[in-house]
DNA sequence: TATGAATGAGGATTCATTCAT
DNA sequence: TATGAATGAATCCTCATTCAT
């Protein structure tokens, strides 16, 4: 309001400018992204939840599909970070699936929205309408998790921790699996079509993947 | 316009009149559902396609959702009772639930529109917009397979091939695992975010869970 | 209102149903575009000119250049046939050609909104839009007056009454010489660029066609 | 800001500063202009063409009107100037006709930019929108060259050497029919609503008019 | 019952213009 | 003076639903 004094300036940015208005864009959308979906989302209302002009939102992203895409990669970008710092070379191939597991749990309840956003993308809800250029880069962004668990898994079975398989398959089977049951994690319980604990579930799976991928004979609790 | 005696209604001719009719809607309502997803379905295309009058629709469905729902109930019905038919009691309960995963990836490769269609109810793509009444309807459509999933675990712990678990959370956990592996089978490839074969994921899955759910020591093959 | 005889019905075709609802679109459209231009025409106008609302315009045609096209098109066949009908065989090429230009002057005076908007085509105010299939449903229409015009020259020459010429490029020079004297007399005298009467320039424009085209000795008035 | 004396202007370098700048405008303004037309052209894309910022335009033009006609008017004074430079008063009127006729060829071949841009206000494309201002401005500029016409035409008349008419109006039809000639030299072909070739056309028209013009008996090659 | 024309709210996107820096 | 981010009115087009016939 007042005029700021030359140096106050420096301080400003956090606040205005370009980059900050599209990380005001980029917050107001992930949250009418994950309560509305991709096709009921109305860009009026991130445009006004941003307290933004409409024209606004064209001047930083193009679409929105490109914007929609923009809030899966900051949070893909962001799990990717994290789950890498998760990994803990010095246990077991099978203890650091675990631990994986569990900072998944965390993560995931702690961001709903991104995996709600990210698994819309998943589930092909609009894949068909993503230019190829779009869906290259969601590509992208989702196969670093993914990568790490391959290493995870070739790493346990050169150690022999782990059954015979394929690798790459395999942390394709754990991380769709994993993603169903986060899913009925962050999926409000009125919401869920089948009604079944989502702690208990969670737990389940994560006990089933590692039994079903643990070499016999088990050294496990 | 006055109620038929029961009698009466088998009558019908099944190729004209009112079931007739309602049949042809259900099957372009299928098709179109399937390859457009609800959100950019065409209630024009399903009309046309079904070579009626758009108006006709409205005369057997009271909105799009609901239509959507009538598709989904008849695919759930039918799934349901071959699913049934499948399960052999004299096998181990092992061996059922093999049996079943086989059913399963041969049923939904067979009828992929009755997955799609599921699917994005499951994944609550427009559960948000979905009436009470018809949300209770999908889940009692789709809770039946999982009781005869739970009551197939339940007797295998009963007999002790399986390692000790709640049989309806596992039941959940095998459905949505299934139904994470089957989504790969029926999605074409350039549409999947992850690139990976989906018969070795189907297989592999089966393979993980059913290692994972077996009681020590094992007996398989 | 009140409700009429079933044999009275077959009187209201006139006003109703779909070929009287696409001519009413076509009167508000042509009005509205001949005053604004095609750009700054508004399709929402339109429709409250019909008195229609905003989505029956698009059950009766695909786009707003497809409207416009269609607009066109109704002039153009009117005044190709009201042209075909004003050439008369019996007299000479000259007298022909000076009848066709009253005819000219006459018609579009009467329609000045056909030539306005056939004028924007002609002066490719948005040919660049025009998918090709609607460039050459202009052209189609188009072509048969200069055809014609083609056929008189030609005619002219066989006889001896017109000085050498290509009939094709000269009925070209005609129309467009034509057109750009018509467009004086169409266009209000406050939205000329030079100011000049019209109908002086359309007659001087006329003469010195006329005389230019005619083979020396002269034998005119 | 305050008026500089006239000989402080000459001093202003002529590659920046205000004047440079407006060049610049004038110039990415002319060429967006010609290729998409006043309504599809987007100041966005002139700012960028120019290497300015949009603001920058807003200085120096108060609307996209007004820099419509800056540039109509720096292509009209320079063609008038040009035009002016061309007449050679030791010849008769209709080879001062004929060599205007040429010069007009070459002039619009050479800048098909102007023409275009001319040939949209001459065409009322957006006559309407035009303050009166702006619409007066336009109309001094080009009356320049009619008047030209004009004396030449009136000259010939006093001489002999043309048939009686009012020479205003006939250098009206002079100008428009030539232009309706040139609008055919200065569009590609394919966008042209009827083909013909555009420099027989322009023959033609030439020599139509000339002959309409002289009075009989001929002395023309 | 079947029809299909009509509806109009709704939504994505554009762009001339403004204004704080 | 130059900038370019922000604006928001404007506009084309879609489509689920209604209703007169």
Redesign the pocket.
């Known amino acids: 309001m007042a ?2 004094k030359p140096e106050a ?1 420096t301080v400003v940015p956090l606040t ?3 980059s ?3 990380a005001r864009i980029l917050k107001a959308a992930r949250e009418i992204f994950f309560r509305d979906g991709f096709a ?5 209302e991130v ?1 006004s939840r941003a ?10 992203f ?4 490109e914007l929609y895409v923009a809030v899966l990669a900051a949070g893909g970008a962001c799990f990717a970070d994290e789950m890498q710092g998760e990994v803990d070379d010095t246990i077991s191939a099978l203890d650091r699936l675990r631990s994986i597991g569990r900072f998944y749990r965390r993560y995931w309840t702690e961001h709903p929205e991104y995996f709600i956003i990210f698994s819309a993308v998943n589930n092909q809800e609009f894949i068909g309408q993503l230019p190829p250029r779009l869906l290259a880069e969601v590509r992208e962004i989702w196969e670093q998790p993914l990568r790490l668990l391959e290493r995870v898994i070739a790493d346990g079975l050169r150690k022999g921790e782990l059954r015979d398989c394929d690798p790459w398959v395999m942390a394709n089977v754990i991380w769709r699996s994993g993603n169903s049951a986060v899913a009925a994690l962050v999926t409000p319980r009125r919401a869920r079509v089948i009604d079944c604990s989502a702690e208990a579930l969670y737990e389940a799976t994560l006990d089933v993947l590692l039994w079903g991928l643990a070499a016999p004979p088990r050294a496990r609790s």
């Open positions: 005029t700021l300036r205005s400018g370009r900050a208005t599209r009921d989302t109305n860009l009026d445009a307290e933004l002009g409409k024209g606004t939102l064209y001047r930083h193009e679409s929105k599909a």
